[in-house]
């Protein structure tokens, strides 16, 4: 059975992409934890990040790191935080966020109801830094 994110992937539910290739994908997680809160995940369906081969592995380092500077220059934060957790959705994601502390990556305080606009316009400015 598919996954939530090949479901994404494949257009049959909605995504606000920021990057697209033949082996991966970055959209805006639909609860994140500070504005720009993007996922990084490989087409192919795989559940632990152990199990990718090393090609594919640097490639969505690669594109998490390209995120990551746009997040940085859109927000300004202390850091811009990765981490694979994989726990709750078993497809590899390489979440990439804006933190000004450790406490931004728990996922306790993701924002469970985002407004709609905010999203939008989080896509917005990160896709105008991407295409910098």
Not at 21 to 48: K, M, N
Not at 112 to 126: C, F, I, K, S, T
Request: glycine content about 6%; hydrophobic content about 45%; some cysteine.
């Amino acid at each position: 059975m598919a996954t939530i994110f090949t479901s994404i992937i494949e257009g049959e539910l909605p995504g606000r992409f920021l990057y697209r290739d033949e082996r991966c994908v970055a959209f805006l997680t639909i609860e994140p934890l500070s504005p720009g809160h993007t996922l990084v995940v490989p087409i192919r369906e795989i559940d632990h990040w152990i199990d990718m081969d090393d090609d594919l592995a640097g490639h969505l380092m690669a594109v998490a790191r390209r995120i990551g500077v746009a997040i940085d220059e859109v927000y300004q934060p202390e850091k811009v935080g990765l981490m694979i957790a994989g726990l709750e959705v078993p497809h590899v994601h390489i979440h990439v966020t804006a933190i000004n502390g450790v406490h931004d990556l728990d996922f306790a305080r993701a924002d469970r109801n985002p407004d709609p606009a905010d999203l939008d316009e989080a896509h917005a400015r990160l896709s105008a830094a991407l295409a910098q």
